[in-house]
């Protein structure tokens, strides 16, 4: 496993500086308003799905991989909670289980087609992404589906532990933190956490180790999958609709997020925790500048300028840890 040295160490440190200063920033350029109590948990109920997203993204590029299909999956998934979320029709557990074993077996071809028929990930995942697309268009004849029952919405929509309690935390922002922790625990305390990194940091060389090349990255892309059609589920809940042109450009958010964050893209290396970092970084910034009254095409260039930023700085870091 790749940990990276003093580079490595300053960047992960240096994010948390940047993340500090970025809110220090926007709230002067904000007249503290984006710092205000419910503006700050706006935020984060924001960057929720996408920092779900982000999560199953963290696994896929430490094993040295990337998926550029996770947009797309969260729409089939949504498409496919939608159909059977109607008032009266479906219990609740049938959408639920539904848009998660969607988008876990949309990230199991993923991870099968990398794996056995040793095609490069961008090439794989780019080729579901228009697929995947294609079947929720298909699904839902082009159109959103709307007509939702309330305890489909309630998902999303809703509040631990109750609308009436003083201090409610958004079901948005709850789900994040707990796809975050059981995230956190695979990838640092478990077997296959480890090999994640190993894979990801010298396939060669774990493969001598005796690592299970091939699972490991069916494994990284089913949990990108399925985090992908949880994301679609709680986005159809959101929206109170299953929108197949939802998540459109979606997974270049979460890879922004987990650059961002530390994760190097080259693989091997990076913690778990950038992932929430990155993700919250983007939205305080987008946040700010939608105080501002920036416009969103500017705010893409941004993006964009940022993500090339940090994966030049990665390089740089790397040349000289090496």
Do not use: C
Not at 137 to 151: A, D, F, R, T
Request: no cysteine; charged share 10%.
């Amino acid at each position: 496993m790749r940990t990276g040295g003093k580079g490595r160490n300053f960047r992960e440190l240096g994010i948390f500086i940047a993340f500090i200063a970025l809110m220090a920033l926007m709230a002067l350029i904000s007249g503290g308003n984006s710092i205000n109590p419910r503006n700050l948990v706006l935020i984060v109920k924001q960057a929720s799905i996408n920092g779900i997203l982000a999560v199953g993204m963290t696994f896929v590029i430490v094993a040295g991989g990337i998926d550029l299909s996770v947009g797309s999956i969260l729409a089939v998934a949504g498409v496919a909670a939608a159909m059977f979320s109607h008032p009266g029709e479906h219990h609740l557990l049938v959408p639920v289980a539904l848009a998660v074993l969607v988008g876990l077996a949309l990230g199991v071809v993923n991870g099968l087609v990398i794996a056995l028929g040793k095609i490069p990930p961008f090439i794989v995942t780019l080729g579901m992404m228009t697929m995947a697309r294609g079947l929720a268009l298909i699904l839902s004849g082009g159109s959103p589906i709307y007509n939702m029952s309330k305890e489909f919405e309630r998902l999303a929509g809703g509040f631990f532990p109750s609308e009436s309690f003083p201090l409610r935390v958004p079901a948005l922002t709850l789900y994040f933190v707990m796809v975050v922790l059981v995230g956190a625990f695979f990838l640092t305390k478990t077997v296959f956490g480890r090999h994640v990194y190993a894979v990801g940091g010298n396939e060669m060389s774990a493969r001598v180790s005796g690592v299970d090349i091939a699972g490991v990255k069916v494994g990284v892309y089913a949990i990108s999958g399925l985090l992908a059609g949880l994301a679609g589920l709680l986005l159809a809940s959101r929206i109170v609709s299953g929108n197949p042109t939802s998540g459109s450009g979606y997974e270049l958010d979460a890879i922004a997020a987990v650059t961002i964050g530390g994760v190097s893209m080259s693989g091997g290396s990076g913690k778990w925790y950038g992932a929430v970092v990155g993700t919250l970084f983007i939205a305080v910034m987008g946040n700010g500048l939608d105080l501002l009254g920036m416009q969103s095409n500017l705010q893409l260039i941004i993006k964009g300028a940022i993500i090339i930023i940090a994966v030049l700085y990665d390089t740089r870091a790397k040349a000289r840890d090496n």
